[in-house]
């Protein structure tokens, strides 16, 4: 660690103070921790890190990186599961079986991508879904309806047009 800033000749030491933040991949303002420790002058305020400060500020931003996406995957799929069933959705994204439920509880993280493709569903699921399944050539996803109703109710209407024909 230095003890002298090159900037402007002030006294460098370890500061710890809330309200810092930091990026971590491609988010911003993600919050460092009001413990951390930070060699920062005292007279110009200009941040001095080296490897071991580095590295405890990478895992600490890491830690809130991976929680910002956490929450937006709770939050996005409590949305969209109003409108879709949960395997219908792990279906179309191409998710395991019983991946969203692990998100809802916390006990995965999420990639950025799939972060950020839940929150725009969730934006209008309906609507989202069927432009999606529309521009990819894909089936859309059926709206959530008590089980076996829809496929049973197109049954009874292809029978009853084929009966009337007979």
């Known amino acids: 660690m230095i ?3 090159p900037l402007c000749g002030g006294r ?13 991949r491609n988010v911003r303002d993600l919050p460092i921790p009001a413990d ?36 937006a995957a ?10 879709v069933t949960q ?6 994204l191409g998710l395991a079986h019983g991946y969203v439920s692990k998100l809802l509880a916390g006990k995965k993280t999420p990639s950025y991508d799939l972060a950020a493709h839940l929150v ?10 069927e432009e999606e399944a529309e521009a990819m050539g894909g089936v859309g996803l059926s709206l959530k ?4 109703h829809a496929e ?3 049954l009874r209407r292809k029978r009853r047009g084929a009966t009337a024909a007979a």
């Open 3 to 5: 003890d002298k800033c």
């Open 36 to 71: 951390l420790e930070i060699p920062t002058c005292a007279k110009c305020g200009e941040a001095y890190v080296d490897l071991a400060t580095g590295r405890a500020l990478d895992a600490a931003l890491k830690a809130a990186y991976d929680e910002r996406l956490r929450a």
């Open 152 to 154: 049973a109710d197109k």
């Open 12 to 24: 460098v030491r370890p500061t710890a103070k809330r309200g810092r933040v930091g990026r971590h």
């Open 120 to 129: 725009l569903l969730a934006r209008s699921p309906k609507r989202r879904l």
């Open 87 to 92: 395997k219908d959705l792990e279906r179309r």
């Open 145 to 148: 309806a008590p089980a076996g």
């Open 74 to 83: 709770r939050t996005a799929i409590a949305s969209i599961i109003a409108s």
